[in-house]
Every structure is written in C-alpha cells, then in structure tokens.
C-alpha cells in the first residue's frame, strides 16, 4: 500500500483547507486509515479516522466540530476537510492506514505542511 498525501498551505486563522490521502496498491487490505499530526518540538498527534468503507469518522477531542474526515470511493481517497483552522492546527499532516489486525499503523504516507497565520 502506498499512500500520498496532499493539500497542505499557508492559511490565515478562520480559513479551511482540504489534505487528501491518495491510496494505491494492494488497498484491499486496508481496514481504516488515520489522520496524524507533528507540530515542532511536540510529539505526534492522532487527528481523526475512519474505516476504508467510509464509515465511523472519529476525531480527537481537538478537532472535534471542525474537520471532517470522508472517503472518495472511486478515488480510494480520504479526504481530511479543515475548517476554522487556528493558529495551534499549524503541524506537520500525515495520513495512514492499517489493517483490521494489528491495530497500529503500517503504512505511512509522507508528511503535508499545514501553516496557520494568526
């Protein structure tokens, strides 16, 4: 499985964004994929998930109300939707996924750069 993030920028405070994960290769067996994030000099962060069948969206407590998370079938694509971005959501992106089990994350796509202006 390979997987290619994109969609990062320079944003003011208030504005969206939309990342995408592009999945290719064996995607069958992918059972859910997560949205990650890294701020510098801070550990990386779980931002939300949802199952590769699009369903059961799941977001940190940080991020809840705010971003929405949502699968492109035809695409094999998931798309991170960032609205209300605030200065704090300025972090490195990456997307992941997994299969059913183990529960961790196995496949890592490379990171998207999310910058919020205050």
């Known amino acids: 499985v390979q997987l290619q993030a994109s969609g990062g920028g320079l944003v003011q405070a208030g504005a969206s964004l939309r990342l995408a994960c592009a999945a290719s290769?064996?995607?069958?067996?992918?059972?859910?994929v997560g949205w990650f994030r890294q701020a510098p000099g801070k550990e990386r962060e779980f931002v939300g998930s949802?199952?590769?069948?699009?369903?059961?969206?799941y977001y940190a407590d940080s991020v809840k109300g705010r971003f929405t998370i949502a699968k492109d079938h035809a695409r094999d694509t998931v798309y991170l939707q960032m609205d209300n971005l605030q200065f704090e959501d300025t972090a490195v992106y990456y997307c992941?996924?997994?299969?059913?089990?183990?529960?961790?994350?196995?496949?890592w796509g490379q990171g998207t750069q999310v910058t919020v202006s205050s």
């Open positions: 949802i199952a590769w069948n699009g369903r059961n969206p």
């Open positions: 992941a996924a997994r299969k059913n089990r183990p529960t961790q994350y196995q496949w």
């Open positions: 290769g064996s995607t069958l067996g992918i059972y859910a």
